[in-house]
């Protein structure tokens, strides 16, 4: 029987039960048996950290070996498609070439590519101290996989970002990538502290960040609820709101509670412990967690280098693939890169990369700062035929997990990204 594969790829910390509403949803919409969905599990919670180009290498083996089993129980995998969720879209991009380089889609059709909630351009930063703060420990704390959201890697033969690598024409990832029928790309407009926008949606400037100020309207896709439909400034901006007088009886009503995660919401009187206990538990648990990445940080470098010392890792199509990109680079990348990096400010510079006067150094806090690398990866990406489709959950305080409805026992509220859910199953080229 001929058999459409769609791989599902979860993202950081994560496993195949995250992604069980978008299992759910695409199998109630297209209940044909010729559809195969594999979960991919061979990279699940602590394996997300040994870097983007080591989880390719598992899920694109796990795949391999999934097409032969049914082939050996007499269903011919035709079409492919793949879906990856956050860090699981980078690893679908990274798989996409590793399949292409060992002529997986000489026979078998690659279709739909989706990716929701991605950080294509890694991770931007913004001028804020907690900002600053998750770009210095980020590539510490989270291993291989931490800095290749930073862009701190230098994966080529000449140093240049895997990220960066991936999304360059001249490179089997991009090419790959091309190859899709459908490439269609899901990102959070608004709230979504995790993947902001510009690097889920791969643009270089954020309309919404000043959204409040500017008066940018929103008209929504009723079908679809949180789908935006379109969005537009007007010409003229509202008056801003005036600001109650500090002490004032309107300011203390405009003061609101800190918003607390739904497992630590309780009623009253319980609340009020819970508030005034902050100053201690907050500190505690950072602490708990910055131990727990660390650990897990040192296993994920332990679990590398064993790899790296693998005597049949030569054989590896990640390392196959990553020495044909380092014997390219070699014979070019003097031409390609030693303009476009020459201006480059030094690693550390948080205004590296941006465009001389693009940025005010007062720029708001909530206005992303975005390398020339990054720039130029989107550049390179939107050349692309690339399908945008925007998620509008204004009032969430973080809407990472909602786009997926990924723990929908736990939580309730990420019951509201089912229209999304069903979008994309409903727009999935079978």
Known sequence: MSTHILVLLHGMWGSPVH?????????????????????????????????????????AEEIVAEVEKLKREGRKVTKFSITGYSLGGLVARYVVGILRQSAFFDEIR???????ATPHLGLPRYRSLLSSFTSYIGPRLLSR???QFFCADRWSLKGRPLLE????PDRIFYQALASFETIRIYANSVNDRTVPYVTSAIEVEDPFALRSITGLEININEQHRPLLKSYSVPPVAPPLPVKPTMMSPAWFKSLKAPMLPPRLQFNFPTNLVIYAL????IPLFMSLGIVRLSLASRSSRARIRLLEKDASGTERLANILAQ???????????LIDDDAHAADPPLDDPERGTEKGCRSPKSPPEVPILTSTQRRMAAWLNSLPLKKELAYFPDVMNAHALIICRDVKNFESHRQGEYIVRHWAESFVF
């Open 165 to 168: 690598v991936m999304a360059d």
């Open 110 to 116: 690659p279709v739909n590519f989706n990716t929701i």
């Open 278 to 281: 902050l100053p201690v538990l």
């Open 324 to 334: 044909l990109e380092m014997q390219v680079e070699g014979a070019v990348v003097d």
């Open 19 to 59: 992604l069980a509403e978008l299992h759910r949803i695409v199998r109630e919409t297209i209940p044909d048996p010729a559809l195969h969905i594999l979960l991919a599990e061979t990279n699940k919670e602590d394996g997300t950290y040994d870097g983007i180009d080591w989880g390719g290498e598992r899920v």
């Open 145 to 147: 996989t931490g800095e």
